[in-house]
């Protein structure tokens, strides 16, 4: 144990010994960055490393922008339209990054090979746009995994019902079909639900893309002509349906978002909930969560084809194109998402992008049953995640589809009728801009 | 000099002309030449493709569109009558009052404080179906033990989002008629009332016409400022579920900036502008009707 | 006797009525507002209790010190938003009643070609809604270097606020008699005297509620300023709003506390005025 201590302090001294060791005294002495930086309490702590990266450079940076992600996604597109993109570095996000190809540059040239090598394969993988490594991916890797009640699993009478009815043993769901049987089954309305979906905006678009994949269909074809009207899509909606009807998620889930999915879970009225990895500190926190102390998380359940569920994105930081001062903006980048920043970020719970960190962060978790147990199922969930289709035209075919699926759950048409609207509307915004 | 010839209410009205200019008209002339372009944010020489009206036909043939449009319209004469018809009675009712009454109009107005951004987040929260507020009461009261989808079903979530514009804008109404109700001359009520006349008519016949020019002035500023309430539906709904609320603003932001169409969405937002300024026009006329009734001057 | 009795009976029954009128509209005004004001003293847990708790167990202003502390354990620059907002508001607020008075006066005292057009158009400036100014409005201040500048903000709220002080003035003006003015100029004074001598202090609670609207339509402003302003140099509270959401989650508790500071000002500043407003409307019984 010591000797494990011991060895991990040596590596962060030399993880520490290399950081400086790349960043020659005053090498951008009289250099200032602009950067758009994402806001909120839990991005924020990072920033506080910028001073040491000025200090060790002689650049200043300075803040010209701090929003989240969907107010910043709106500054970019519209500092396309303007012309205003001579700042240097932004906040980037794996799910808009492919709306603008050519707003950010090519990091490859830019940042030294070693670093870059230092990440999960799939996040570069997931960052490289056209050719392009448009991001360095911060500690803020995020993909859904399930959290549950362990009492609920306990209680022998429970237990025997759920066998009775059903066939086979209730246990924490391996598959959404399970998922759907022990939801129906633990729900009680209007005190408490098996579970809860986002329905609002993309996040049940996300969701439903998810589903599909892991019923072996996918979004679009190769072509960017959509696919999700087919029998794997059609699976995936009628299992929103059924919890809809069958009651066994609130009657307001067609308007939740993850705001309320993480409140409601934490109000203790919620069985099984998939949902991010930052709210897993809040969950078992005695004074934010009635449920602390009684949360299990588990692997996101798997397809009819036996296929995980893993939509993913993660947070990043990018160079824009029309910056005068890319190496030095690339120093920044680099510094921001080097392995003592995603130390530092990840303590706070969210999940590293670099493999060194993940050892690390699993290290340092040990003594820590619950954070280990969160790590264990979401590094599994990590294994065969993956990102949203790279096509910029993602978020505007979501914003036809996610209408049409409210309107299967909620019953005003038919799961058919819903998907050969949503692939028409789909349809014809890719021949309107001439896609294909 | 050349300021000498320009005539008196010329200069006096000069400022709001040119701020207004600048702020409202120019960007105004941009967006509308753009409604004539496939114009897309992230792709800035889409400006400069001329299309016609190739996006006003594609809105006009859009069900979803003059749904969007219908459900605004109807938002609108059911909010503005219901603020309307609210913020007269509670004029009236605090007039009434002789004791506290700073106090009291104080608390009246305690709505107007919320920003609208915070209302939708509030009225969110105040509906949401397993812990808001409504529902809890309801169920704590024993009145229901189902969780009411407030946000959800189609005539609910439309009540949701009157509710809660309501409850922003009755107060402005209520304030701008009870300016006028102590600005009424007292000298015809007393006639009134030696006439024999009942409240009820007196209210009738003095109060009521005497109040008219400020519930069209509450009327007409509330039909500009009403696409305010954007920021609460945005938040409250979003226009959701399965478009059951989409008004024409959100559907335009949505359009303009989140799928970066904004050649297409300032196509819909004219046609969005003409209603307004169609609602706005009435109220006008309406208020010269009424103050020519009341030999207030002419326009 | 028996009517007088009856009489009675019904005065009593009106005023009972009044009092429940009055009791039922105050609280539905109130309770959705103090209900964010009682949220900001409790914790999280409790607010998004189920079943609720409607007796408050623990209060605290854990939430108020959060906002306050350092970045990263929940602080935001409060302090930067709320003089951001109060520079803001009070600037536009007083050039829009300077231009709104003479423009208003414009319209109630002279009369000129195509009045009523310009006065619709004037009008119907209003009734462009944000989302279609926004982004020409974004390019503009991007092209001449005013976005994130506080001068951007006051010049929109401005504009914004100019079309309905001008109507609410104009129509408060229209209540002073032509004649008294027209007396006080017969008296020796000039037009610009007898403005500030007779017409103002009657068009003044019209003046004071223009400038009640014009102040809290900039206060609360949503839509535009989070366009037109990127960073703590510029950014009002509202926007700040904005600073408890991240991608998944929403600190409904410290929201509050923000909302329960921006709304104090405008209360208190509507309370004082109150007092001028009672004042001007005096004075409008002077008509008649």
Excluded at chain 1, 263 to 287: Q, R, V
Excluded at chain 2, 81 to 108: D, P, W, Y
Excluded at chain 2, 265 to 290: C, D, R, V
Excluded at chain 3, 138 to 160: E, K, Q, S
Aim: hydrophobic share 50%; net charge neutral; aromatic share 12%.
């Amino acid at each position: 144990m010591k000797g494990r201590v011991a060895s991990s302090v040596l590596a962060l001294a030399a993880g520490l010994g290399f950081a400086t060791a790349a960043l020659a005294d005053g090498e951008y002495a009289g250099v200032t960055i602009e950067a758009k930086l994402i806001g909120g309490q839990q991005y924020e702590a990072l920033y506080a490393r910028i001073a040491d990266w000025e200090k060790a450079t002689g650049a200043k940076v300075n803040i010209i922008s701090q929003k989240n992600h969907f107010e910043l996604d709106k500054e970019y597109k519209a500092d396309i339209a303007a012309g205003t993109t001579s700042w240097c570095v932004g906040s980037n996000h794996s799910s808009f990054a492919p709306q603008y190809p050519d707003l950010f540059t090519d990091l490859t040239p830019l940042v030294p090979a070693e670093s870059v090598a230092g990440f999960v394969p799939a996040n570069i993988t997931a960052a490289t746009i056209n050719g392009k490594l448009t991001m360095l991916p911060r500690a803020q890797f995020d993909v859904s995994a399930l959290y549950y009640q362990k009492s609920l699993y306990a209680d022998p009478a429970k237990a025997e019902a759920f066998k009775t009815k059903f066939g086979y043993d209730l246990a924490v769901p391996e598959t959404w079909d399970q998922f759907r049987d022990q939801a129906e089954f633990f729900a009680a309305p209007p005190n408490f639900y098996g579970t809860q979906y986002a329905g609002k905006d993309e996040a049940i678009n996300g969701r439903f893309y998810e589903l599909v994949v892991a019923n072996g269909g996918k979004m679009f074809n190769d072509d960017m002509s959509p696919a999700f009207n087919s029998a794997a899509g059609k699976e995936a909606l009628q299992w929103f349906v059924d919890l809809y009807k069958a009651g066994a998620v609130p009657p307001g889930t067609t308007n939740y978002l993850w705001d309320d999915l993480g409140n409601g879970f934490a109000s203790g009225t919620i069985a099984l909930n998939l949902d991010w990895p930052g709210w897993s500190g809040f969950f078992n926190d005695p004074a934010a969560s009635k449920v602390a102390g009684n949360v299990g998380v588990a692997p996101a359940p798997k397809g009819s084809a036996g296929v995980r569920t893993g939509w993913s994105g993660f947070h990043g930081f990018s160079v824009t194109e029309g910056c005068a001062t890319k190496e030095a903006a690339a120093s920044l980048v680099d510094f921001l998402t080097n392995e003592d920043s995603q130390k530092l970020e990840s303590a706070a719970g969210p999940l590293p992008s670099r493999t060194a960190v993940w050892a690390y962060v699993k290290d340092q978790a040990k003594a820590d049953p619950y954070k280990t147990e969160v790590l264990a199922a979401f590094e599994e969930t990590a294994k065969t995640a993956f990102p949203v289709p790279p096509t910029p035209y993602w978020i505007e075919s979501g914003n036809l589809i996610f209408p049409e699926l409210q309107a299967a759950i909620l019953g005003d048409k038919t799961v058919d009728q819903a998907l050969q609207d949503a692939s028409d509307a789909v349809d014809s915004l890719m021949k309107e801009n001439g896609v294909y | 000099m050349f300021r000498a010839k320009l005539p008196p209410w010329l200069v006096l009205l000069l400022p709001a002309f040119i701020i207004i200019l600048a702020v409202v008209a120019i960007p105004l002339i941009l967006s509308l030449y753009s409604s004539f372009t496939p114009y897309h944010l992230t792709r800035p020489d889409t400006l400069w493709k001329w299309t016609g009206s190739f996006n006003y036909i594609k809105a006009a043939s859009d069900a979803n569109f003059w749904k969007a449009f219908g459900r605004t319209v109807l938002l609108l004469t059911i909010a503005l009558n219901t603020e309307m018809l609210l913020g007269l009675g509670l004029a009236l009712m605090v007039s009434k009052v002789t004791r506290g009454q700073r106090a009291l109009r104080t608390a009246m107005m305690f709505p107007m404080m919320f920003s609208p951004i915070l209302v939708g987040f509030q009225f969110k929260f105040i509906f949401n179906d397993n812990v808001g507020l409504v529902n809890n009461a309801l169920q704590s009261l024993g009145l229901t033990d189902v969780a009411i989808p407030w946000l959800v079903d189609g005539n609910l979530a439309m009540f949701a989002i009157i509710f809660a514009e309501v409850w922003t804008s009755t107060s402005v109404f209520a304030i701008l008629i009870l300016a006028g109700l102590f600005a009424i001359p007292q000298d015809p009520l007393e006639a009134a009332k030696v006439d024999g006349c009942t409240p009820w008519q007196s209210f009738r016949f003095v109060t009521l016409p005497f109040l008219m020019p400020f519930i069209y002035i509450a009327m007409a500023i509330r039909s500009l400022d009403v696409a305010r309430a954007y920021d609460i539906v945005q938040v409250m709904t979003n226009g959701g579920p399965a478009r059951r609320t989409e008004l024409l603003w959100t559907l335009i932001g949505r359009t303009g900036y989140v799928d970066a169409r904004m050649g297409y969405a300032n196509a819909m937002g004219y046609i969005a502008i003409l209603m307004s300024i169609g609602f706005t026009i009435y109220f006008f006329l309406k208020l010269q009707t009424a103050r020519r009734e009341l030999g207030m001057g002419e326009m | 006797m028996a009517s007088a009795t009856q009489h009675r009976i019904k005065k009593r029954a009106l005023k009972t009525a009044h009092f429940l009128g009055l009791f039922l509209a105050m609280s539905l005004i109130c309770i959705p507002g103090l209900w964010v004001v009682l949220n900001s003293f409790r914790p999280t847990i409790e607010i998004m209790a189920k079943p609720p708790v409607w007796m408050p167990q623990s209060l605290s202003l854990d939430h108020y010190r959060a906002m306050f502390g350092g970045a990263g354990e929940g602080g935001i620059p409060v302090m930067t938003y709320f003089r951001n907002s109060l520079i803001i508001s009070i600037t536009s607020t007083v050039i829009a009643l300077l231009v709104g008075m003479a423009g208003g006066y414009a319209f109630a005292r002279y009369s000129f070609k195509a009045k009523g057009m310009m006065f619709v158009a004037l009008m119907a400036s209003r009734a462009v809604p944000g989302v279609a100014l926004s982004l020409p409005l974004f390019i503009i201040f991007g092209r001449t270097g005013i976005i994130d500048t506080h001068f951007g903000l006051i010049l929109v709220y401005v504009a914004m606020n100019v079309p309905f002080t001008i109507w609410l003035i104009d129509g408060f003006f229209r209540q002073v008699p032509k004649e008294l003015a027209e007396a006080a100029e017969i008296d020796g004074c000039t037009r610009w005297q007898a403005f500030w001598k007779v017409e103002f202090p009657v068009a003044r609670s019209g003046i004071a509620s223009a400038g009640i609207f014009a102040f809290l339509t900039s206060w609360n402003e949503y839509a535009l300023a989070s366009q037109l302003t990127r960073s703590t140099t510029s950014k009002t509270m509202p926007v700040g709003l904005l600073d408890f959401t991240s991608q998944f989650t929403l600190n409904w508790g410290g929201m509050c506390a923000l909302a329960v500071l921006m709304i104090i000002p405008a209360l208190l500043l509507t309370f004082v005025v109150q007092k001028h407003l009672i004042a001007g409307l005096t004075f409008g019984g002077v008509k008649g």
